[in-house]
């Protein structure tokens, strides 16, 4: 076999090498190959029992530990992680650090507009330069949301759900939205815990959001700051 024939065999098992760690690894996350690390095994986030009342919390609270730890995972902009009784719940941002965060469309089925930020303004449609700091994803530039949490890789979120289950094994499940309304209803529960404050009272408020993300429940809780200036009315 001559130099040159050799010299192509092992550039061509070279690139081949190299595509399959890169899409054994944590920088994609929709090829599906056979045998890819992040899919052994059974599933592990989702509904797993089917038991009604799964979301029916009896506390909850904030875990910086387990938001640390799903933030710095690759295709993961910033997440917020909430611990239960039951489960674990998991609000998000993308970004472009991997691909096929999404499981399908390019860049028409976005829901951010990115380009004001070349223009030094956040609202591109009117020029406005302002940002609600209570926010975290908005629909201009923003980091990235998903409105279908079933739209979500799942190669993305079984990797999230190793990551947790491995730091707290009791959680029966593990729940996983990217959804910019949820993920703005989880800033305000993370900000009440970041300033010290039980998260108790907010119990109900939260089953009834997970349960409209994850379950189709019909109510969407009003804002955590408008539920306390009510509460802090009476």
């Known amino acids: 076999m001559s130099f040159t024939a050799i010299a192509v065999i092992l550039t061509v098992s070279s690139g081949c090498n190299y595509r399959r760690q890169t899409e054994n690894s944590t920088y994609d996350y929709g090829t599906k190959q056979k045998n890819d690390p992040k899919m052994l095994g059974s599933r592990m986030y989702g509904t797993m029992s089917g038991l009604p009342g799964q979301h029916d919390n009896q506390w909850l609270e904030y875990s910086n530990m387990l938001s640390t730890e799903v933030s710095n ?8 992680v909430f611990l239960t009784d039951k489960n ?6 993308l970004d472009w650090t991997a691909t096929h965060t999404r499981k399908t469309g390019g860049r028409g089925t976005r829901e951010q507009n990115n380009t004001g930020s070349n223009s030094g303004v956040y609202n591109s449609d009117n020029g406005s330069p ?5 926010r975290i994803v908005g629909p201009y530039n923003s980091q990235l949301s998903v409105n279908d949490h079933n739209e979500i890789s799942g190669e993305l979120k079984q990797t999230i759900a190793v990551h947790i289950r491995r730091l707290a094994p009791a959680v029966q499940e593990v729940h996983i939205s990217a959804n910019q309304q949820f993920v703005n209803h989880l800033v305000q529960y993370a900000q009440e815990a970041w300033a010290g404050h039980p998260l108790t009272p907010w119990t109900d408020s939260f089953n009834k959001l997970v349960k409209h993300q994850f379950v189709g429940g019909d109510d969407v809780p009003e804002p955590l700051d408008v539920q306390i200036r009510r509460a802090q009315t009476k």
Request: proline share 0%.
């Open 88 to 93: 674990a719940y998991v609000g998000m941002t």
């Open 130 to 134: 302002y940002w609600n700091n209570q």
């Open 73 to 80: 995972i690759n295709g993961v902009a910033a997440a917020l």
